[in-house]
Structure formats: structure tokens, C-alpha cells
């Protein structure tokens, strides 16, 4: 099919869905799914590779099922709403204040920085009461929920093949996933999770305890002076993600003025990614104003085990960090080393100065023994300890905040420093500045950066958000940075910057459309340079999105994307790649019934024009593939609600590529220009 008949068949699409609302114009109820969808796709539209995104998916799916009541929310409650800016926080706040109870929704329209769209998001995870009602049986009896998920590849790469003659898979292509959680009230979570990678072997004796990933924790919260308490698999998150975050973290976003991350201290793992956790205890006293947090951690890792040296300690190459053990070699690196972690935070908070202190130390028990590439100077240390100092400053209209962070014993440094500015009602204003050594190295950080890391990087970010007229918002942001070192794919030191432009426009209550423009050039090695000294030329990339969502009626949704991509360098001509998706979500009348529907063509001639974009998926899922090459990518999802206490999903999703026949390589070649998925899930709460 080609690009042009894709857009009048979709252009006909809306035509005839059309024409129930002009008819009898029934008002649109809030999809919650839907909404969750749309959050976590403007916090990913820059992602330029998959991240897992289960973690965020699930706290917004808590916050759904349990809305918070906004005449009683705390500021620390309306935090979790990660799309609110601080200054729409503290306006719903003032405003609450001022006039006394919030008795109906639509009353948010009235408070300064809140618009439309704003508030369309927040609906579904708000209630508007006088008082909390009693809730005596969760608090006694709690709210379990049990997951079961199944997937699978539909064609079969040749890794699980019989004549397959290289290191083959020892495990089926099936995927299982088990997930069970407990809340008790507001003091009392726990969970586990146990999954099955593509590839592994299940219970046939490789892994102690059957398959390959088990996780599971317990965590108390708001029992006297423990704030919170977690016992199991964690993350911590402290200051601005400059000496240690390892939780999932947001730079530049489709949010363009939130910049400031929200640390929450110690939170549960709840996630099947089986890297960048913690293993063990960690707790929160509060004490007054005053909240000081310790943790630890000792699980094992992976790595490539080369050597055994004289001292005992095992010498490695590598840290493999996929979670995947499908392979006789995967499955010898696994667990051969441990990884101790240890720190604590303390921190003061006032009316308007929040300060924290923060201390970490990490240890391998092993010696990096591999080839270092020529941007890394100093060999990677084994024993990694940082001390940091982080600062919130809120004053009315201005928020202040910043984090000097240094790596001991070679005191090398890292800071950022930033601001939101409330220019008026309608002007939001944000600046952000950051200054990392070339060699700074904690183990676990998440600042703000244009990099992979917190290292060898400079840079100033700026961002605005107007409310021009009601139902119209416009956002944009520019950053600049430079990298004083070498680093990787840039043999020398080099600069770069970035733009965006959004704009967001609600027309009426069911019809609604974005546009947003990118643009980013960075320096780069010349590819298959033959020269000794590799020359820089400089890379350009740029994104045009035009999405319309629109509501045909309280049971039908329509979402179009069309989306281009464009790379150029100094040495490259320009490339072009187009993606045209058409997603339909319908609700059937008569049986508890929902479909998702996408049908999407694209082409981008080379992997420099690859588009992410977000997809409906089942509970607790998330998918952000990468359409590359040319071809269709189709995908369904059903879900069945028989009961109020039990779901089920079926999903089928399937790309064909029109210019290739053969996919992958090596154990993961599939002798197909398809690639298809089904994925099944049940969930029941009791």
C-alpha cells in the first residue's frame, strides 16, 4: 500500500466515525488506559532506544484504581502525578486553601496554569469528596492481584531449530510472565514477580529455583517515625540523579518545563528487568522536618568471567546487563559475581528549603580485565564511593534547585544547577545548567544529560510553556551542550544542540491534535573514514508529528499519526523516513468488551530515520517498537471483562517488511519478511 492511499483511507475513517457525534453528540467518558497511554508517550517521545516502562505504567494504573480525594491531598499525594508541573501543584494547593472544598471538578478550570488538556488527564486518577471515607476492609483485609502472561514469536528463529549449528537456544520460544501484589491500605505493599525470557530454559534443573527471575519485596510506609521500610528488591532515588538514582528517569520530554526530578527516596522493584535494582533492606525515619534513609544491598550479577587472579579474585571483561540466559555461554555468565551496595541520605525540609546529603559505596568483588576503548583514559574501578549535596529553594513563583555530587577518593566533580519560573498565569519558564567531569564515575546516577551518563559533558537547557487561549498550549525547549572528552562514535571533543517545538490544541471536548518539530546535530566520527586522524562531521536529525485524537462517540476513539524522520551529515545525503498510523479503540455495547486496533505503513530508508512510537498494550505491559525499513505493522488487542474482579487480554501484532527476506542474524534469523507476536494475559483481584 502506499503512502498516498494510506492517508485517504484513513482520511475516510474519520469521515465515517464521524458522522454518529454530529448526529446525536454524546459526551465522552474518560478512558483511564487511554489517558495512561497518552502520559507515558509524551514522557518517551524522545527515546531513542526500548526502556522499561512497567514500573511508571503500574503507579499510574495504582493511582487510577485508587484516586486520590483533592480536598484532603497532601502535596506529597499530588506529587505522584508526574504530568503536573510544581507550580500547578502548589496552585491547586493555594487555591483549595483560599476557597475551602472543591466540590466538583470542572472548578480546576478556574486555578491558575491548569488548562483543559491538563485536566482531562487528571480525571481519571482524582475524586472530589468532602472527607476520606473510612476503608477499614483494606486495611484489614488488603487488595490482591494476580497476573498471568504469556508471548511468543509466531515464526521460529533458527536458534531454536535442531539444525541450527551455532550456540543454539536451550530453551522454548515462549515467554511467561507471573506477578502477584498485595496492598494493605496505605502502610502495606508486597509482590513478586517470576518470569521466563524467549530462550531459557524452564524447570528442567539449570536454575535453582526453576526459572530464570524471581523478584519480590515487602514495603511499609507511614507507620510512626518509619516513613517507609522496604525489605527485597528496590531502587533509591536521591537529589537530582547525580550521585545515586536507579530508578527509571526522564530527561527531555515532550514536558518541556519539567525538568526537576521528584527523588522518592526508597521504592519497590516491581519491574521483570532484571538489572539496575537493589537486593536487600533499606528504611526511612522521619523525625520533625528531618528524614534521614539507609539501605543496603548484596545480590549477584553477570559478567564474563576471563581469569582467576593471584589474590583470588575472579578477573572479568564484561557486565552483561540484558537478563537474558538462553545460551550455554549466557547461562555461565550468570551470577558470578556480587555487587555490594551501601548508602544513606539525610534530609531537612521546610516551607521552602528542601537540603539533602547523600553518601554511597559500591563494590564488585572482581577486576576489569577488558579492552578499554580510546575514550576511556583510567581503567574501570571495581570499588566506586560518591558523597553528594542536593538543594530545593521554593519561593512563590520561583523554584530553585541544584546537586554538587564528587566521586571519592579522586574528587572528581559533577553539578547541575536550575530554575521554573511562573512568569504569569499562562508563562512557565524553566533553566537548566550542568557541568560533568570527564571521568566522574558513581555507580548509579540518572542525572539530566544529553549522554548515556553523568560524565564528560556541559550544558544549558531552556524551556518555556504557554497557555496562549483556552485549550491551546504551547511548549518548546533548546539545549546546548559540548563534551570536553573523547567519547563513544566522537574521537575528539565535540558540541551539539537540540530544539523542540510542541504545539497542543483541544478544539473541543472529542477532537484534539498536537504537532510537534525536533531537531538535534551533533559531531560525529566520519563513517569508513580511511584517513589516520578520523575527521568530525556533523550529524543532523529532525522530527515533524502531527497526532489527532478524536472521540466519535463515549465508545469510540480514533488516534492518527503521521510522523517523518530526517538524517543528514556533512557527508551523507539527506534521508527521509515517513510513519502513517491509524489506531481505533472500540468499546462494544452489550458485552464487556474493548478493541484496540492499529494499522500502521512506514519507510525510512536506514536505521538513522528509525520512529518509536508507543503502542496499546495489556496491563502492566508497554511496547515502543522501532519502525524501520519499509513495510505495515498491524496490531490487535481484546480485552474481556466478564467480572469485575477478573480481565483478560489476547494480542496479536505483526510487521511485514516489503523490501527484505530474511530477518535478524545469527540464533535470532528468522527465513521470513514477517514478524508476528501473540500475547495472552488474565488478571484477577480479590
Known amino acids: 500500500m502506499s503512502l498516498k492511499s494510506a492517508i485517504i483511507s484513513i482520511f475516510i475513517t474519520f469521515l465515517v466515525f464521524a458522522k454518529p ?58 506529587k505522584k502525578f508526574i504530568f503536573l508541573s510544581d507550580f500547578q501543584i502548589n496552585s491547586l494547593i493555594d487555591f483549595r486553601d483560599s476557597t475551602g472544598t472543591i466540590l466538583s471538578i470542572y472548578e480546576l478550570q478556574t486555578i491558575p496554569g491548569f488548562d483543559i488538556i491538563d485536566i482531562q488527564r487528571l480525571s481519571p486518577f482524582i475524586k472530589v469528596e468532602q472527607v476520606d471515607k473510612p476503608q477499614l476492609s483494606k486495611v484489614l483485609y488488603g487488595r490482591n492481584d494476580f497476573t498471568l502472561r504469556y508471548r511468543a514469536s509466531v515464526e521460529t528463529p533458527a536458534g531454536y531449530t535442531k539444525s541450527y549449528t551455532g550456540s543454539g537456544y536451550l530453551g522454548d520460544k515462549n515467554s511467561y510472565y507471573a506477578r502477584y501484589s498485595y496492598r494493605g491500605g496505605k502502610h ?118 576471563s581469569d582467576t587472579l593471584e589474590n583470588g579474585d575472579l578477573a572479568y571483561t564484561s557486565l552483561p546487563e540484558t537478563g ?119 555507580q548509579y546516577t540518572a542525572a539530566f544529560a544529553e549522554g548515556s551518563g553523568t560524565a564528560n559533558e556541559n550544558g544549558i537547557y531552556a524551556g518555556i510553556s504557554i ?36 504545539s497542543e490544541h483541544s478544539f473541543t471536548q472529542d477532537f484534539s491534535a498536537k504537532i510537534r518539530y525536533r531537531v538535534k546535530s551533533i559531531e560525529k566520527n566520519q563513517s569508513n573514514s580511511t584517513l589516520p586522524i578520523v575527521p568530525q562531521i556533523k550529524q543532523t536529525s529532525q522530527n515533524i508529528r502531527l497526532q489527532l485524537n478524536y472521540s466519535a462517540s463515549s465508545n469510540i ?15 551523507i545525503s539527506l534521508e527521509q523516513g515517513h510513519l502513517l498510523a491509524q489506531d481505533l479503540s472500540l468499546k462494544l455495547a452489550r458485552i464487556p468488551v474493548k478493541i484496540n486496533l492499529r494499522f500502521a505503513i512506514f519507510d525510512t530508508p536506514s536505521w538513522n530515520t528509525r520512529i518509536y512510537s508507543y503502542e496499546s498494550d495489556m496491563l502492566y505491559s508497554f511496547s515502543v517498537p522501532a519502525y524501520y525499513s519499509k513495510g505495515t505493522r498491524f496490531f490487535a488487542l481484546v480485552k474481556y471483562s466478564p467480572k469485575p474482579w477478573f480481565d483478560m487480554w489476547l494480542r496479536y501484532s505483526q510487521t511485514y517488511y516489503n523490501e527484505m527476506d530474511e530477518l535478524g542474524q545469527g540464533a535470532d534469523l528468522v527465513n521470513s519478511n514477517t514478524r508476528s507476536e501473540i500475547k495472552a494475559m488474565i488478571r484477577v483481584k480479590f
Open 21 to 78: 457525534t454530529l448526529l446525536i453528540g454524546q459526551e465522552t467518558q474518560t478512558d483511564a488506559q487511554q489517558i495512561i497511554a497518552e502520559i507515558v508517550e509524551d514522557l518517551t517521545a524522545k527515546a531513542d532506544d526500548e526502556q522499561d516502562y512497567t514500573q511508571l505504567t503500574e503507579d499510574l494504573i495504582i493511582l487510577a484504581e485508587n484516586p486520590i480525594n483533592i480536598n484532603v491531598a497532601t502535596i506529597d499525594d499530588l
Open 188 to 305: 502495606l505493599q508486597a509482590g513478586f514477580i517470576a518470569e521466563k525470557d524467549p530462550g531459557e530454559p524452564l524447570f528442567d534443573g539449570t536454575f535453582g529455583t526453576g526459572v530464570d527471575y524471581l523478584s519480590g519485596y515487602i514495603s511499609l510506609s507511614k507507620i510512626g517515625v518509619v516513613k517507609k521500610a522496604i525489605i527485597g528488591d528496590y531502587h533509591a532515588e536521591f537529589g537530582q540523579g547525580l550521585t545515586f538514582w536507579n530508578s527509571l528517569s526522564f530527561g527531555k520530554s515532550s514536558n518541556a518545563v519539567y525538568i526537576r526530578k521528584r527523588a522518592d527516596g526508597l521504592a519497590r522493584h516491581s519491574s521483570a528487568y532484571e538489572s539496575q535494582f537493589l537486593r536487600g533492606a533499606g528504611v526511612t525515619l522521619s523525625v520533625l522536618k528531618t528524614d534521614v534513609t539507609i539501605f543496603a544491598s548484596y545480590k549477584n550479577i553477570d559478567a564474563n568471567i
Open 324 to 442: 537474558y540466559h538462553r545460551t550455554q555461554s549466557e547461562i555461565a555468565n550468570r551470577n558470578t559475581l556480587t555487587e555490594f551496595t551501601t548508602g544513606a541520605n539525610i534530609s531537612y525540609s521546610s516551607n521552602i528549603v528542601r537540603t539533602g546529603l547523600t553518601f554511597t559505596h559500591s563494590k564488585i568483588n572482581g577486576d576489569f580485565d577488558g579492552t578499554q576503548a580510546v575514550y576511556e583514559i583510567n581503567p574501570k574501578p571495581s570499588e566506586k564511593t560518591a558523597i553528594g549535596a542536593s538543594v530545593d529553594v521554593n519561593i512563590k513563583q520561583y523554584q530553585l534547585f541544584g546537586e554538587l555530587a564528587s566521586d571519592l577518593p579522586s574528587g572528581r566533580l559533577a553539578a547541575l544547577a536550575g530554575g521554573m519560573f511562573r512568569l504569569s498565569n499562562t508563562v512557565q519558564l524553566s533553566v537548566l545548567g550542568r557541568s560533568y567531569s570527564r571521568t566522574f564515575n558513581p
Open 467 to 502: 497557555l496562549p487561549t483556552k485549550g491551546w498550549k504551547l511548549s518548546g525547549y533548546i539545549d546546548l551542550f559540548e563534551f570536553p572528552w573523547l567519547k563513544f562514535g566522537a574521537n575528539a571533543p565535540s558540541t551539539g544542540q537540540e530544539f523542540m517545538a510542541l
Open 557 to 571: 476513539t480514533l488516534k492518527t499519526i503521521l510522523e517523518t524522520s530526517m538524517f543528514d551529515t556533512d557527508s
